[in-house]
């Protein structure tokens, strides 16, 4: 069972470039989340989304936009990079009764 | 809103020496579910255990006991006779369903636990 895949694990981006950090499941789970992860801090959530077709902000959306045009993908879309972006970026779902799985993580840097 | 303490930024005891990690929570929901994951220096996050709000019964995992306190709003987690695979960054985390529900998990800051042979 794969579980949250996310891909890349590592990427360098310059200031003003647009990436896709891409977040997939095989657990048929409704629900999927992206968080970023800074120094000394916890995590805090950006987007959110219930199922295919709805997705809605969380507590750090700005700079970012998200879709869920299938149960198992939900892409995190960088637009215009800046440095205040750089930090790990999780993504996890869950369903129901289970705990939220993470997915591995993607170290974005921004220079 | 939702707000999770943990007050100590790093921990650093000998190997086999019990250690406690704090964790305060704030929530107005009378339904809710608490979390400690544990991220280890590979960066991943591993769950460690989820506890809802009507279960107040201790539990105990090996060397891993959690503590819930309802009427303190806390919730802590200790290692008994700690090993050096124990040095990781521990997060708690509270949230209204299961496994996040419709806004996602509130995190602590997280505690870094350092164990020295």
């Known amino acids: 069972n794969a579980g949250v895949t996310q891909t890349p694990k590592f990427r360098i981006l310059k200031i003003g470039q647009s990436m896709t950090l891409q977040c997939t499941q095989d657990?048929?789970?409704?629900?999927m989340y992206w968080y970023r992860q800074d120094p000394g801090m916890g995590l805090k959530l950006i987007y959110y989304s219930v199922g295919a077709g709805i997705t809605d902000k969380g507590e750090v959306p700005n700079g970012y936009n998200v879709s869920r045009s299938t149960t198992e993908d939900f892409p995190l879309r960088l637009e215009l990079a800046a440095p205040s972006q750089t930090s790990v970026y999780f993504c996890?779902?869950?369903?129901?009764?289970?705990?939220?799985?993470f997915g591995q993580g993607t170290r974005l840097t921004v220079v | 809103a939702q707000k999770v303490t943990q007050a100590q930024t790093e921990i650093s005891v000998v190997e086999k020496e019990d250690v406690t990690l704090d964790c305060v929570y704030e929530t107005r929901d009378t339904t809710y579910y608490l979390f400690w994951y544990k991220q280890p220096p590979s960066g991943e996050l591993v769950f460690l255990i989820r506890?809802?709000?009507?279960?107040?019964q201790n539990e105990i995992s090996g060397r891993y006991s959690w503590n819930f306190q309802k009427s303190t709003s806390s919730f802590n987690f200790t290692i008994t006779a700690s090993q050096v695979v124990d040095s990781a960054v521990y997060f708690c985390a509270l949230s209204e369903g299961p496994g996040g529900g419709a806004d996602g998990l509130t995190f602590g800051k997280g505690t870094h636990l350092i164990i020295q042979p």
């Open positions: 657990m048929n789970h409704n629900y």
């Open positions: 996890a779902s869950t369903h129901r009764n289970t705990e939220a799985f």
């Open positions: 506890r809802n709000s009507f279960d107040e």
